[in-house]
C-alpha cells in the first residue's frame, strides 16, 4: 500500500506499533441454519493452492531469484531500515541481515524507507528503495521534503549494501528529487516510489511512481534513458472509479514469450487490491491494452473492509510460479490492524491470464420456481453452511464469491482451503436436494448441473490478441450446422474480453438457445480489417454456462 504524503505512512506505522501483528485471517465459526444433507468425506490432503503466512509485519515484499534453490526476501519494515531474508525452498526463512542506510552512509540520515527492490545488473547487487535523506543529526521527516528514490550496491552474495546513491542524479533523465514538486522535464521523469527494475534481453528496464493528481507509474529503459514510456495512471488517462487515483507498486515477469505488468491501487484503508496487463513486449505494457483485476479487497456484509492485498512480488521456481504480497487486516472491521506478507502460488488459464487471488465465478443451471443456497465444503472436512444463504442468493443463478461467507458470521475462506462448492435448491422453503461440484482450489470458474436445470446464459472469454483490436461473437446452430456470423457484431462487442449470451443474436435479431448451439466463435480484427480477421473456436455441448475462447 502506498501513501501519497508522508504523515499518512507516520500514522499508519504508529497504529501498527501500537496494535500489533495479526496472523491468519480470523476464523469465526460457521452459524445461520444448518442445511441437512449428507457430507462430504474427510479429506486432510492440501490443494496446492493454500495461502501461507511468510512474514508478519512485513508490507511491500520484493523477492530475489539467485536460483531454483536462493532467494532473497525483503519489504517494509520498520521505516528505518530494510530486513533481508534468505530461503532455500520459498518456505522457510531466516534473516540474513538489516540495511540501515544511515548507517552506511556518513553524510546523510534516512527515514520513511519502504518498497525495496532487489535485482542483480553487471555482476553487483542493487537495493533501490524510498525514503527521505537528511544531513546527518537533521529532523526526519524533514519539512519541504518529499519521498523519493535512492540506490545502494553490494559486490556479492554477502549483500553488505554500501552509500545510497540518487537515480540519475544531475541528468536530464528520469530521477530522484527530494525536495517537493517536479523535476524541469516534467512530473513524469520525477522518480519518487515504488521503484521496480527487469531485466530483459533489450536492456534493465527501471518502473517507477510518480506524483500528480494521484500516483502513477513510467518506465524507462537504462540502456535508453531519454525516452519514458508512461504507462497508467489518472494524469495519464481515464482510470476506474475504485482505483481511486492511485496505481502504484510495479512488478514485472516474463512466462511463456508473455510480459505482465502487475500494479496495486486504491487507498489502503478502501479499495486497494491488484491488476495487470499483459502484452508481447514491454513498451506495450500501457493502459492501451485491457486491465484485469487479480484480486478485491474483502469486506463484511454491512460493507467494512476486513481484508486487502497487494504490492506484489511474483517468482518462479521449477516451473511454478508463487505470488508473494501483503495482507491488510481490518479487525475489528474497518479498523486497520496489521499488514503481513503471504504466498499464494498463481495458476494460469490457457491463454495465459491468471486465476484471482479471491474470487470464483460460481455459476448453476436454472429451475423454474426455485431458489438457491450455497455451502463451502473444506478439505479438512468441515463444511461453512450457509456460506451465501437464500436470502444472498434468491433465485439468480451465478454468484461471484470473493472470500467472504456473509451468512456464516463474514467468516473469510481462502480458494485454495475448499475442497467442493455444494448448492442446495427448494421451490417450498425445505431445503434438502443439493449439488455439489469438487473444487481445485484455484479456478475462477465453477459450474454445478441441477436435475433438469436449463442454461439461462453462457459467459463468453477470450484473450486479447493486440493492442486496439476489436471483437464479434459468431454462433453455430447445432440443429443445422449453419454458422450465423455476426451474432453479435462489432459495433456491439468492441473491445470488450467477454460477454454473457442469453439466446439473442442482436445483430441478424435472430433467436438461438444455448441448446442449440453446437460452437462459439470469436473473431478479431484491427483497425476494422475485417477482411484479415483472426478467429478462435471452442466447442459447446449446450450445458455449460462458462465458455472461454483462444484466438490463436
Known amino acids: 500500500m502506498r501513501f501519497r504524503s508522508s504523515w499518512q505512512f507516520l500514522s499508519l506505522l504508529t497504529l501498527t506499533a501500537l496494535l500489533g501483528c495479526s496472523g491468519e485471517e480470523g476464523a469465526s465459526s460457521e452459524s445461520g441454519p444448518a442445511e441437512p444433507g449428507p457430507q462430504t468425506v474427510k479429506s486432510p490432503l492440501a490443494s496446492g493452492w493454500e495461502r501461507t503466512l511468510i512474514q508478519s509485519g512485513l508490507a511491500d515484499p520484493e523477492v530475489y531469484k539467485e536460483n531454483d534453490d536462493l532467494f532473497f526476501l525483503t519489504g517494509t519494515g520498520d521505516s528505518r531500515s530494510l530486513p533481508i531474508y534468505e530461503t532455500n525452498d520459498l518456505t522457510a526463512f531466516r534473516l540474513k541481515l538489516s540495511y540501515n542506510p544511515s548507517a552506511a552512509d556518513p553524510v546523510y540520515d534516512y527515514c520513511l524507507i519502504w ?138 515477469f516474463k512466462r511463456n514469450g508473455i510480459y505482465y505488468l502487475l500494479f496495486s491501487h486504491g487507498w489502503y484503508n478502501s479499495q486497494y487490491a491488484m491488476s495487470y496487463i499483459m502484452a508481447d513486449s514491454l513498451p506495450q505494457l500501457t493502459r492501451a491494452r485491457a486491465v484485469r483485476r487479480l484480486s478485491q479487497a474483502m469486506r463484511n456484509a454491512s460493507g467494512q473492509l476486513i481484508q486487502s492485498h497487494g504490492h506484489n512480488a511474483i517468482v518462479e521456481r521449477r516451473g511454478e510460479y508463487f505470488n508473494f504480497f501483503h495482507v491488510g487486516a481490518f479487525q475489528p472491521a474497518g479498523t486497520f490492524t496489521s499488514r503481513s506478507t503471504y504466498k499464494q502460488r498463481v495458476g494460469f488459464k490457457p491463454d495465459g491470464t491468471m486465476h484471482s487471488l479471491n474470487q470464483a465465478n460460481v455459476r448453476w443451471t436454472h429451475k423454474a420456481g426455485y431458489s438457491y443456497s450455497l455451502d463451502l465444503v473444506l478439505r479438512d472436512g468441515s463444511v461453512v453452511g450457509p456460506c451465501l444463504d437464500v436470502g444472498r442468493l434468491g433465485s439468480a443463478n451465478k454468484v461471484t464469491f470473493d472470500g467472504v461467507c456473509f451468512s456464516a458470521n463474514n467468516r473469510m475462506v481462502n480458494k485454495g482451503d475448499i475442497a467442493a462448492m455444494r448448492l442446495f435448491y427448494s421451490n417450498n422453503g425445505v431445503w434438502g436436494a443439493f449439488v455439489e461440484a469438487a473444487y481445485d482450489g484455484v479456478s475462477d470458474d465453477v459450474f454445478l448441473s441441477l436435475p433438469e436445470g436449463t442454461t439461462a446464459f453462457v459467459d463468453l472469454t477470450w484473450n486479447e490478441k493486440q493492442t486496439g483490436a476489436q471483437y464479434s461473437i459468431d454462433v453455430q446452430r447445432r440443429d443445422t450446422g449453419a454458422w450465423i456470423g455476426p451474432c453479435i457484431g462489432v459495433n456491439t462487442v468492441n473491445r470488450a474480453l467477454a460477454w454473457t449470451y442469453s439466446g439473442q443474436c442482436t445483430t441478424p435479431g435472430i433467436n438461438v438457445a444455448p441448446a442449440n448451439i453446437s460452437t462459439f466463435r470469436i473473431c478479431s480484427a484491427v483497425n476494422g480489417d475485417w477482411a484479415h480477421a483472426t478467429c478462435g473456436a471452442t466447442a459447446y455441448d449446450g450445458k455449460g454456462m462458462h465458455v472461454p475462447v483462444i484466438i490463436p
Open 115 to 252: 518498497a525495496p527492490d532487489l535485482n542483480k545488473s553487471n555482476g553487483a547487487y542493487t537495493l533501490t528503495f524510498s525514503g527521505q535523506r537528511v544531513p546527518n543529526g537533521a529532523a526526519c521527516p524533514a519539512a519541504g521534503q518529499e519521498v523519493t528514490t535512492f540506490s545502494a550496491s553490494a559486490p556479492d552474495l554477502n549483500l553488505r549494501f554500501g552509500v545510497p546513491q540518487p537515480i540519475n542524479p544531475g541528468t536530464s533523465y528520469p530521477r530522484s528529487l527530494i525536495s517537493t514538486g517536479c523535476v524541469q522535464e516534467g512530473c513524469n521523469r520525477t522518480v519518487r516510489i515504488d521503484a521496480a527494475t527487469y531485466n530483459d534481453p533489450t536492456g534493465r528496464w527501471f518502473y517507477y511512481v510518480w506524483f500528480d493528481r494521484g500516483n502513477n507509474i513510467s518506465a524507462f529503459n537504462t540502456a535508453a534513458p531519454a525516452t519514458v514510456y508512461n504507462v497508467t495512471g489518472p494524469a495519464l488517462s481515464a482510470i476506474p472509479a475504485q482505483e481511486e487515483g492511485i496505481n502504484e507498486a510495479p512488478e514485472i
